[in-house]
Protein backbone atom coordinates (compact mmCIF):
# COMPACT_ATOMS: atom_id res chain seq x y z
CA UNK A 1 0.00 0.00 0.00
CA UNK A 2 1.05 3.56 -0.84
CA UNK A 3 0.68 6.32 1.65
CA UNK A 4 -2.10 7.54 0.36
CA UNK A 5 -4.10 4.27 0.03
CA UNK A 6 -2.82 4.04 3.64
CA UNK A 7 -4.54 7.66 4.36
CA UNK A 8 -7.65 6.31 2.63
CA UNK A 9 -8.07 3.21 4.67
CA UNK A 10 -7.50 5.66 8.00
CA UNK A 11 -10.44 7.91 6.79
CA UNK A 12 -12.90 4.92 5.94
CA UNK A 13 -13.19 5.31 9.55
CA UNK A 14 -14.50 8.93 9.30
CA UNK A 15 -17.05 8.64 7.01
CA UNK A 16 -18.48 12.18 7.69
CA UNK A 17 -14.69 13.57 6.74
CA UNK A 18 -14.37 14.87 2.87
CA UNK A 19 -11.28 14.54 0.73
CA UNK A 20 -10.48 14.56 -2.82
CA UNK A 21 -7.58 12.32 -4.69
CA UNK A 22 -5.24 12.52 -7.72
CA UNK A 23 -2.93 9.71 -9.05
CA UNK A 24 0.25 11.27 -6.65
CA UNK A 25 -1.65 13.66 -3.50
CA UNK A 26 -4.89 13.61 -1.40
CA UNK A 27 -6.41 16.25 0.22
CA UNK A 28 -8.87 16.46 3.51
CA UNK A 29 -11.11 19.30 3.48
CA UNK A 30 -11.74 20.72 6.14
CA UNK A 31 -15.70 20.74 8.12
CA UNK A 32 -15.84 24.12 8.19
CA UNK A 33 -14.38 27.75 8.59
CA UNK A 34 -12.65 26.81 11.46
CA UNK A 35 -10.60 24.01 10.29
CA UNK A 36 -7.58 24.22 7.46
CA UNK A 37 -7.10 21.82 4.29
CA UNK A 38 -4.25 18.91 4.82
CA UNK A 39 -2.97 17.21 2.01
CA UNK A 40 -0.05 14.98 0.75
CA UNK A 41 1.65 14.74 -2.45
CA UNK A 42 4.11 12.32 -3.30
CA UNK A 43 6.91 13.75 -5.45
CA UNK A 44 9.95 12.01 -7.03
CA UNK A 45 12.01 12.92 -4.00
CA UNK A 46 9.45 11.47 -1.33
CA UNK A 47 6.35 13.34 0.16
CA UNK A 48 5.24 17.01 0.34
CA UNK A 49 2.81 17.06 3.66
CA UNK A 50 0.62 20.87 3.28
CA UNK A 51 -1.47 22.60 5.31
CA UNK A 52 -2.91 25.37 3.14
CA UNK A 53 -0.09 27.46 2.42
CA UNK A 54 2.69 25.43 4.87
CA UNK A 55 4.27 22.85 3.62
CA UNK A 56 7.30 20.33 4.60
CA UNK A 57 9.18 17.73 2.27
CA UNK A 58 10.17 14.39 3.84
CA UNK A 59 12.15 11.31 2.67
CA UNK A 60 10.47 9.00 5.24
CA UNK A 61 6.75 8.20 4.24
CA UNK A 62 6.23 7.07 8.00
CA UNK A 63 7.47 10.70 9.00
CA UNK A 64 4.97 11.92 6.30
CA UNK A 65 2.12 10.15 7.14
CA UNK A 66 2.44 11.71 11.29
CA UNK A 67 2.57 14.75 10.13
CA UNK A 68 -0.52 14.52 8.21
CA UNK A 69 -2.43 12.99 11.29
CA UNK A 70 -1.31 15.64 13.12
CA UNK A 71 -2.34 18.48 11.33
CA UNK A 72 -6.30 16.35 11.48
CA UNK A 73 -5.88 16.24 15.53
CA UNK A 74 -6.46 18.52 17.99
CA UNK A 75 -3.26 18.87 18.98
CA UNK A 76 -2.97 20.94 16.37
CA UNK A 77 -3.48 24.40 15.09
CA UNK A 78 -2.45 26.58 12.04
CA UNK A 79 -2.20 30.29 12.51
CA UNK A 80 -2.42 32.39 9.08
CA UNK A 81 -1.28 35.75 9.27
CA UNK A 82 -2.82 38.15 7.24
CA UNK A 83 -2.08 41.66 5.80
CA UNK A 84 -5.08 43.28 4.59
CA UNK A 85 -7.23 40.51 3.00
CA UNK A 86 -3.28 38.64 2.05
CA UNK A 87 -2.29 35.64 3.82
CA UNK A 88 1.34 36.30 4.14
CA UNK A 89 2.62 33.68 6.83
CA UNK A 90 1.55 29.72 8.15
CA UNK A 91 2.64 28.69 11.53
CA UNK A 92 1.77 24.73 12.34
CA UNK A 93 1.64 24.90 16.19
CA UNK A 94 1.55 22.03 18.93
CA UNK A 95 -0.41 21.83 22.05
CA UNK A 96 2.39 20.37 24.68
CA UNK A 97 2.68 20.71 28.47
CA UNK A 98 -0.60 23.06 28.77
CA UNK A 99 0.35 25.25 25.84
CA UNK A 100 0.21 26.14 22.00
CA UNK A 101 4.15 25.96 20.73
CA UNK A 102 5.23 26.64 17.58
CA UNK A 103 6.90 24.14 15.07
CA UNK A 104 6.94 25.69 11.36
CA UNK A 105 6.08 28.37 9.62
CA UNK A 106 5.84 29.07 6.16
CA UNK A 107 5.41 33.18 4.81
CA UNK A 108 5.54 34.61 1.55
CA UNK A 109 9.15 36.63 0.98
CA UNK A 110 7.22 39.58 -0.78
CA UNK A 111 3.78 40.63 1.37
CA UNK A 112 1.80 44.01 1.60
CA UNK A 113 4.09 45.39 5.12
CA UNK A 114 2.54 48.41 5.18
CA UNK A 115 -0.85 46.90 5.98
CA UNK A 116 -1.31 45.97 9.82
CA UNK A 117 -1.42 42.02 10.82
CA UNK A 118 -4.10 40.24 12.27
CA UNK A 119 -3.88 36.57 13.24
CA UNK A 120 -6.79 33.98 12.44
CA UNK A 121 -6.38 30.65 14.58
CA UNK A 122 -7.38 27.65 12.53
CA UNK A 123 -8.02 23.49 13.81
CA UNK A 124 -9.10 20.42 12.71
CA UNK A 125 -10.64 17.88 15.48
CA UNK A 126 -10.93 15.00 12.69
CA UNK A 127 -9.00 12.44 14.61
CA UNK A 128 -8.65 12.22 18.60
CA UNK A 129 -5.78 13.63 19.94
Sequence with gaps: MNAIQKIKA??????????????NGIEVHPRDRSGFTVGLRITPSGFTVYFEGWHE???????????????????????????????TKW??????NGAWTTD???????????????????QNRVLNG
Excluded at 10 to 23: F, I, M, R, T
Excluded at 62 to 67: G, H, P, S
Excluded at 113 to 122: D, I, K, L
Design 57 to 87: EFTSEDEALNCFAFGLSPKCRLAIVFRGDTE
Design 10 to 23: KLSAYPDVQYSESA
Design 91 to 96: VVEGFE
Design 104 to 122: SETGLLLQPFWRSARVEYR
